[in-house]
């Protein structure tokens, strides 16, 4: 076979296999942005706050579908003292910076009393729960990597679909969004 002959002969099948992952590459694209936003002081990423865990709310900063599930990160507001449920997440590291108010946040063992400014971090598979303490409004800026499913957990909590469950169809409801409840909620330490 003569030399421009193989060379054309490599570069056409190059082109056939490369083309189905040129059009997967070019599909995937149109998922993510080519440009960057701005979510408002106060305000929802999808123009919706998200009402649940006994009076949370919760705006939407950074939506999973804005990074193809790479991240989601949302500021929770919290008035009455308490948390969520000791948990933790099977594929998903966790991330709170203290905005305002303070907070129990614990992580394996180790308890952190956080205040406005501070920052802790949960990896995964790692059990951890937060608590806002104290009097006033609380805030939080939550960041999830990956995504995983927590917006869409959220979501649906906020639409009230796991209020009427058994305790073993919330924790169902929970695995089924990619994380496992392993004990109860802090207790109310003072500081």
């Known amino acids: 076979m003569k030399r421009t002959n193989f060379l054309q002969t490599?570069?056409?099948?190059?082109?056939?296999?490369?083309?189905?992952?040129?059009?997967l590459a070019k599909s995937v694209k149109k998922f993510l942005l080519d440009t960057g936003f701005m979510v408002s002081a106060g305000k929802d990423r999808n123009d919706k706050s998200l009402s649940l865990f006994e009076g949370d709310t919760f705006d939407c900063k950074v939506a999973t579908k804005d990074t193809n599930g790479d991240i989601y990160v949302f500021e929770s507001k919290r008035i009455k003292e308490g948390g969520p449920a000791h948990h933790y997440h099977f594929t998903q590291d966790e991330w709170w910076y203290v905005l305002q108010g303070e907070?129990?946040?614990?992580?394996?063992?180790?308890?952190?009393?956080?205040?406005?400014?501070?920052?802790?971090?949960g990896p995964r598979m790692i059990p951890h729960s937060f608590a806002k303490v104290g009097e006033g409004e609380a805030k939080l800026l939550m960041f999830f990597q990956p995504a995983g499913k927590m917006e869409e957990f959220f979501t649906k909590m906020s639409q009230g679909l796991g209020k009427n469950l058994t305790e073993a169809e919330q924790d169902k409801f929970r695995e089924e969004h990619g994380f496992k409840r392993v004990g109860p909620p802090i207790k109310q330490l003072k500081w």
Not at 103 to 121: P, Q
């Open 103 to 121: 907070f129990l946040i614990k992580v394996g063992e180790t308890v952190y009393k956080a205040k406005a400014g501070d920052s802790v971090f």
């Open 10 to 23: 490599c570069l056409a099948a190059t082109a056939i296999v490369a083309a189905p992952f040129n059009a």
